[in-house]
C-alpha cells in the first residue's frame, strides 16, 4: 500500500520560513505527479504546488507563486515545500498527495490518488 507522512509544520510569525516533508512509501517519487494540497477551516481544500518529478515541471497556485519551492529527493523518496515569506492567510492543515505521472500534472484533487493525513501551518501576526 501506498503511505505518505508529513512532517515539518508549526506555529510560525508573519514573515517566517518552514520546510514540509513528505516521506514515501509503496510508491516511486521520481515516477509520479506528486503535489501540495491545504485546506482551512470552513473553507474548500486548494492545491498549492504540483511536481512532475520525471521532467521536474511545476506549478503553483498565484498566492504562492515566488514564495514556495516544491521539490523532491529521489535518494529519500521524499517530497519537500519550503515555504517563505509566510502570511497569516497561509494557516491551513496541509496535505501531500501522490498520483499517476500520466496526462496533466496539475492542481485537480480527483486525479490524486494517495493522501497523507496532514501537518498543521500555523501563522500569526
Known amino acids: 500500500q501506498v503511505q505518505l507522512v508529513e512532517s515539518g509544520g508549526d506555529s510560525v510569525q508573519a514573515g517566517g520560513s518552514l520546510r514540509l516533508s513528505c516521506v514515501v512509501s509503496g510508491f516511486t517519487v521520481r515516477r509520479g505527479c506528486m503535489a501540495w494540497f491545504r485546506q482551512a477551516p470552513g473553507k474548500a481544500r486548494e492545491g498549492v504546488a504540483s511536481?512532475?518529478?520525471?521532467?521536474?515541471?511545476?506549478y503553483y497556485t498565484d498566492s504562492v507563486k515566488g514564495r514556495f519551492t516544491i521539490s523532491q529527493d529521489n535518494a529519500k523518496n521524499t517530497l519537500y515545500l519550503q515555504m517563505n515569506s509566510l502570511k497569516p492567510e497561509d494557516t491551513a492543515m496541509y496535505y501531500c498527495?501522490?498520483?499517476?505521472?500520466?496526462?496533466?500534472?496539475?492542481?485537480?484533487?480527483?486525479?490524486?490518488?494517495?493522501w497523507g493525513q496532514g501537518t498543521q501551518v500555523t501563522v500569526s501576526s
Open positions: 498527495a501522490a498520483g499517476s505521472p500520466f496526462g496533466l500534472c496539475t492542481l485537480q484533487a480527483p486525479r490524486f490518488g494517495s
Open positions: 511536481l512532475a518529478t520525471a521532467v521536474g515541471s511545476t
